[in-house]
């Protein structure tokens, strides 16, 4: 029949390697025994707060790598019934009959009971969340909101010392710019004055010296004028 063609290939997957060069069949991917399907969280571009959270489409290599060695088991625990569902799943079985499927064949080749491999996922989650954990308490570190014990600061907090350090000089700049606003505003107010001085002191010298000019114009003129016709 079609469906025990189908479990047998899915069987010679999960049990045979794939040959060096053999490209690896495709495994959509499952959720955990029992568990419903649950809509990943969306990534949103920017967080509240003054730090933008740049968007992550794609997780890294080296992250999926780090998972990848949290849930390497010894073959005889959730993680090995995992890849059997997977592939299972690829050969068409769905629903309870693959996850039943699944943990017969697992069962009929580790031993062990529903009980002890629900325990053993357990202990998966537990480690992502430890390791969530510990990469969370890291980050704060990094990001000058935690103290790293015994640890040299990393680069966002020396960059982040910096800034505060530019920012307040160039905030001590700025006193300094408005004081000598200030102090040219003062000194520009006093030119004008002294100007305006100045210039009505050369005003009032010019009356002086016209007048006394052409007084002394007028007399020169008066006394040579009468001198003159008495010395004839």
Same mark, same amino acid.
């Given at each position: 029949?079609?469906?025990?063609?189908?479990?047998?290939?899915?069987?010679?997957?999960?049990?045979?390697?794939?040959?060096?060069?053999?490209?690896?069949?495709?495994?959509?991917?499952?959720?955990?025994?029992?568990?419903?399907?649950?809509?990943?969280?969306?990534?949103?571009?920017?967080?509240?707060?003054?730090?933008?959270?740049?968007?992550?489409?794609?997780?890294?290599?080296?992250?999926?790598?780090?998972?990848?060695?949290?849930?390497?088991?010894?073959?005889?625990?959730?993680?090995?019934?995992? &890849? =059997?569902?997977?592939?299972? $799943?690829?050969? /068409?079985?769905? %629903? +309870?009959?693959?996850?039943? *499927? !699944?943990?017969?064949?697992?069962?009929?080749?580790?031993?062990?009971?529903?009980?002890?491999?629900?325990?053993?996922?357990?202990?998966?989650?537990?480690?992502?969340?430890?390791?969530?954990?510990?990469?969370?308490?890291?980050?704060?570190? &990094? =990001?000058?909101?935690?103290? $790293?014990?015994? /640890?040299?600061? %990393? +680069?966002?907090?020396?960059? *982040? !010392?910096?800034?505060?350090?530019?920012?307040?000089?160039?905030?001590?700049?700025?006193?300094?710019?408005?004081?000598?606003?200030?102090?040219?505003?003062?000194?520009?107010?006093?030119?004008?004055?002294?100007?305006?001085?100045?210039?009505?002191?050369?005003?009032?010298?010019?009356?002086?010296?016209?007048?006394?000019?052409?007084?002394?114009?007028?007399?020169?003129?008066?006394?040579?004028?009468?001198?003159?016709?008495?010395?004839?």
């Amino acid at each position: 029949m079609e469906i025990f063609d189908k479990l047998t290939n899915a069987a010679k997957d999960f049990f045979i390697e794939p040959q060096e060069g053999a490209p690896a069949p495709a495994t959509p991917p499952t959720t955990q025994f029992g568990a419903s399907a649950q809509p990943a969280a969306p990534v949103t571009a920017g967080a509240p707060g003054p730090i933008a959270v740049p968007a992550v489409g794609q997780a890294e290599q080296r992250h999926l790598d780090h998972i990848a060695g949290l849930l390497a088991g010894d073959g005889k625990d959730f993680g090995a019934y995992m &890849k =059997m569902v997977k592939s299972m $799943a690829a050969a /068409g079985l769905s %629903g +309870p009959m693959l996850y039943q *499927t !699944a943990y017969n064949a697992f069962s009929a080749v580790n031993g062990g009971t529903v009980p002890a491999l629900l325990a053993s996922a357990a202990q998966f989650e537990q480690a992502l969340a430890a390791d969530r954990e510990k990469v969370l308490t890291r980050h704060r570190e &990094k =990001m000058g909101e935690a103290n $790293a014990p015994g /640890g040299a600061p %990393g +680069p966002v907090v020396q960059l *982040t !010392a910096q800034e505060k350090k530019l920012a307040a000089e160039l905030a001590e700049l700025s006193r300094q710019i408005q004081a000598k606003q200030q102090q040219l505003q003062q000194v520009q107010q006093q030119l004008t004055e002294e100007r305006q001085k100045t210039q009505a002191a050369l005003a009032s010298y010019e009356l002086a010296n016209s007048a006394a000019l052409a007084d002394l114009q007028a007399h020169r003129k008066a006394a040579e004028s009468f001198l003159n016709a008495t010395a004839k």
